[in-house]
């Protein structure tokens, strides 16, 4: 089966980490397999937002429509409903992916009030041909609105992701995400604040904020006016509290973040022995993918995850979400060299063949080949 694939989708202005792996990435990899890919705003012209005819000349000439669940915002809302209304009339696959359950976004999520409504989403939903998602948990959680979902895993492009350099003398233990994880983290700090104790090596953070100057000097006055979390009412305020307070006594390098396209090179760049993957046992989390242990395995890093699907399921050293778990765990990632190393091996290997774009990149081609197959004849 060889259909020429022609998709339009969204790239949008700043498009988040998760835009780049579950579209951006595999549509760059379709194009290199000789396909057609239309992002909407190309078909602006100056100033002027898209006018209707031109939107329906677009999809009259492509055979799918790629909606990601971070593009249906309320102000575009009507004209993605217009669209895949158009798109069902005429025979046009509709695609809608899903990276996480945006009805579950924790409390302690800064992004938890901009995200879009539910409401929204199933109506999208519901007029979709098929859904892709990350993994079973979320599979499960949607089948409440959708009958055909189909699983195509995250993955990773090894090719970008260079092997660290190794070029230190001293252990490096770290953990590399974003603000959403902000009360995820503090699972692992006693675990760390008692090893460090015990053993010399580096603690690094990556990315938890873009302005690190701020961030210490929030810090600081934490500490100075002896601020507890119990004593607020935001929730996000109560975790950024709680963080703060929990690294106290560890001793720390904080990097700033960067954006995705540079990501990779500062991953290898922190030259990690340990990446730790910490999550709360939540439905948010487990609707999540194991990207973060994709990322450190891509640059030789070995991984020591929380017991929560979906790092349940892969080859990670698990740990339980205790002080005493994450401490006997990290303990012997440390203290066993033969065994960290051999555990880096078998972590790297296993990314490089079955999460990376370059090896199983097909994927995505032969599902969109086979749905239109299905729906669009």
Known sequence: MNIPLHILYFHSDDPIASKYVRVLEPLGLLVSRGHRITSFESLNTGNRSVEWPVVERALSECN???????????????VFKRMVTWCNQH?????????????????????????????FVKEVIALAHVLTVTGKELQQTLSAHHSRIVIVPNMVDCRRYLPRPRDHSRLRIGWAGGITHLADLPLIADGVRQLQKKYSFEFIILGMFPNLIQFTKNT???????????????PFHKAYVNFA???????????????YPEFPKALAGLDLDIGLC????????????AIKFY????????????????????????AENTSASWFEKLETLVGDR????????????????????????SMWEI???????????
């Open 295 to 318: 990322q450190y395995a891509a640059v030789q890093t070995a991984s020591l995850a929380s017991n929560v699907y979906p790092y349940s399921e892969e080859p990670v050293v698990l």
């Open 278 to 289: 910490p999550i709360h046992d939540n439905l948010f989390n487990r609707c999540r993918s």
């Open 245 to 259: 307070r929990n690294l106290e006594g560890i001793e720390y390098q904080a990097v700033p973040a960067t954006g």
């Open 64 to 78: 799918i429509l790629l909606i990601s669940n971070v593009d249906i915002t309320p102000p575009n809302f009507e």
């Open 91 to 119: 025979k046009k696959l509709i695609i809608y992916d899903f990276d996480d359950l945006y009805d579950q976004v924790p409390e302690s999520n800064p992004f938890r009030n901009i995200t879009l409504k539910w409401d």
């Open 338 to 361: 033969h065994f960290r190393e051999e555990t880096t091996r078998l972590q790297y290997e296993h990314v490089r063949d079955n999460r990376n774009h370059e090896r199983n990149g």
């Open 220 to 234: 600081e006055l934490i500490r100075s006016y002896s601020i507890h979390p119990e004593e607020l009412t935001e």
């Open 367 to 377: 599902l969109y080949q086979e749905l239109i197959q299905k729906f669009c004849r």
